[in-house]
């Protein structure tokens, strides 16, 4: 073992951390953005990247890079949380300084630093933390002492762990630098088949949907800052900053569409770039808003935008409800669904399963509803409580916790229980869901009905086709099988479930009071917008 190093210039190595055995990673393949912009903080430090979604792991090769390094720095979310700390262990036994940060460190900071191979955590916005923090290490900033870094936790010399204050959101994102894209160089991303990037325009959410983690995330300690956004110049500048053979672009907003007349001003200047809009791109929506709004998916068309990703959730108004989703309804969902594939824009659903009051009967006629949309691709979840959020908070006081294993974090598997159904009941439905959705063969009939028509509004997806079948089609059915989920599965309960009807609700829908979570009602969210 190497004795610790006290390094001047460092060599710092990133790493995304393995893939998940289930989840989007056989058919989704995304840059990690949080590791580039991080990067981009510290320019005079050598960046490596090890990406355990797109690179094969070898022993010696993964050996010799974290040997050379000073400094890992490790991102992850909560179902990666294990493959992460394994990271770390190898790399404090290669005598390197461990630093995690993302989603689960800033959400369970205590689990993660329990963790004798974790230096440090860095919670909430990572740009700040991590250049001040960087700066300690190599000996740059003399007189700082780690107590005064916001947002850091670390462990003291007594092995006693230090949780410091909350890290302020910056104000201005256009102050940070572009994201470090060399990082990737070399490495090949793909979604669908497609060569693929990803960039970020806005950070945050002003709603607060129950299950959602985004806002325990993007959390101001003191201004209540919910939701800023990058200036249109420097939307353009980072969009022309992607190597020009990437394919797809997939907006990492938490929601995009917050505020229409930005996004109008965006997708006009991507429609208007000769540049960019060879690309076509991706994004995260809101069925109330693209409702309110159509006049948006008829720009996102001729933005070359193919797939935007709705939180359907669920069929029953009770739920959505519950869940601070008042303004989507069924009825919404459908039309904005009908819309957007009338347009040629592929619909990529979530659909929660088992959300609390909802009873097998309800579930099935989830699932009924979802098959009725003719979706492209939809994933179903089972209903999950992430730790930090007030939702787990409220699950654990109820005993509705089943697993502490962040592994059964992942979105495919149960975490927790409800009243009606165990966690068992849960874990079967996601399989019948799944099976009934892809397996069934109404899946194949509408698909392949947009696919054969080359002339129509899918003709884009017709010349994707081998990418389409490579990716999506054979990973995502080596995913079902490695799941279990076979058609055998599917309930004779199901298949004779019949949708009940939903009346067409034309209201109007507004972010109101009533959508913000209970401590804003009094002093309403900061939203900092860009021109
Ligand atoms: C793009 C995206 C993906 C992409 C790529 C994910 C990736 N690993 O990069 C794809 C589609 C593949 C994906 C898949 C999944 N995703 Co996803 N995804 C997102 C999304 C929309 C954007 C992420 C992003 O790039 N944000 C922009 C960057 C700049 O922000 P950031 O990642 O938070 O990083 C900042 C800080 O966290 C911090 N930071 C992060 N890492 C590090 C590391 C260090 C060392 C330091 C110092 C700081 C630091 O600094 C950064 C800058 O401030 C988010 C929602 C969102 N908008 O954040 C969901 C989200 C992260 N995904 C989520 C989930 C659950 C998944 C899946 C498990 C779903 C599934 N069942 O398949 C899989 C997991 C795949 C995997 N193995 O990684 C959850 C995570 C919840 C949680 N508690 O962990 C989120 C929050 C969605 C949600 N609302 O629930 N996802
Ligand atoms: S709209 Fe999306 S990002 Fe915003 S709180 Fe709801 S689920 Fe989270």
């Known amino acids: 073992m190497k004795a610790m190093k006290v390094p001047v210039n460092m060599d710092i190595l990133y790493v995304n951390p393995a893939s998940l055995k289930s989840g989007l990673d056989p058919i989704s393949e995304s840059p990690p953005l949080n590791l580039m912009t991080i990067a981009a903080m510290v320019p005079e430090h050598g960046a490596r990247l090890f990406d355990f979604k797109v690179e094969e ?33 190898l790399a404090k036994e290669q005598g390197c300084t461990t630093i995690v940060g993302g989603y689960h460190a800033t959400l369970d900071p205590g689990f993660v630093m329990n963790d004798p191979s974790v230096d440090y955590a860095v919670r909430g ?188 959730e669920s069929l029953h108004q009770q739920s959505l409800d519950a869940m601070n989703k008042k303004h989507t309804t069924p009825a919404k969902a459908r039309h904005v669904v009908q819309m957007l594939s009338s347009e040629g824009i592929s619909v990529f659903g979530g659909m929660i399963i088992g959300f609390p009051g909802e009873t097998r009967e309800m579930v099935y006629q989830n699932i009924q509803y979802a098959k009725s949309l003719q979706l492209s691709m939809i994933q179903f979840t089972p209903i999950t409580a992430f730790p930090g959020t007030d939702f787990h908070e409220e699950m654990e006081a109820r005993g509705m916790i089943t697993s502490t294993d962040y592994r059964d974090y992942d979105l495919f598997h149960a975490m927790m229980r409800t009243e009606q159904l165990s966690t068992e009941d849960l874990n079967g439905l996601m399989k019948e869901a799944y099976a009934a959705y892809y397996l069934d063969g109404d899946y194949i009939k509408h698909e392949a009905k947009k696919f054969l028509n080359p002339f129509g509004k899918w003709g884009w997806l017709f010349k994707k086709l081998p990418g389409v079948i490579k990716q999506f089609l054979l990973g995502g059915a080596t995913m079902l099988k490695e799941q279990g989920i076979m058609r055998d599965v599917i309930s004779e309960e199901l298949k004779g479930t019949t949708l009940p009807d939903f009346t067409d609700n034309q209201e109007k829908s507004e972010l109101d009071v009533d959508a913000m979570p209970r401590e804003h009602r009094v002093a309403p969210p900061v939203f900092l917008e860009q021109q």
């Open 57 to 89: 792991y070898d022993e010696n090769r993964f050996s010799a890079e974290l040997n050379q390094a000073d400094v890992v720095a490790i991102t992850s979310l909560t179902p990666q949380i294990h493959a992460a700390l394994d990271v770390a262990r």
């Open 125 to 312: 916005e990572g740009e700040h933390t991590f250049h001040e923090l960087i700066d300690y290490i190599d000996g740059k900033t003399q007189g700082t002492r780690l107590e005064d870094i916001d947002g850091l936790s670390f462990r003291h010399n007594d092995g006693t762990i230090a949780h410091n204050k909350p890290r302020a959101l910056e104000c201005d994102l256009d102050s940070f630098p572009l994201p470090r894209r060399d990082i990737i160089a070399g490495k090949e991303y793909r979604f669908m088949g497609a060569r693929s990037d990803v960039i970020e325009t806005s950070r945050g959410c002003p709603h607060d949907c129950r299950f959602c983690c985004i806002v325990k995330m993007w959390h101001d300690p003191g201004q209540k800052i919910r939701y800023r956004t990058k200036s249109l110049h420097r939307i353009v500048q980072e969009l022309e900053s992607l190597d020009k053979k990437k394919e797809f672009v997939f907006f990492a907003d938490d929601n995009f569409t917050v505020n229409p007349n930005r996004v109008k001003t965006i997708l006009e200047g991507i429609t208007a770039s000769k540049r960019t809009h060879k690309m076509n791109y991706g994004a995260q929506s809101r069925v109330d808003v693209l409702h309110d709004n159509p006049w948006l998916v008829k720009l996102m068309r001729k933005a070359k935008f193919r797939q935007i990703f709705l939180g359907i």
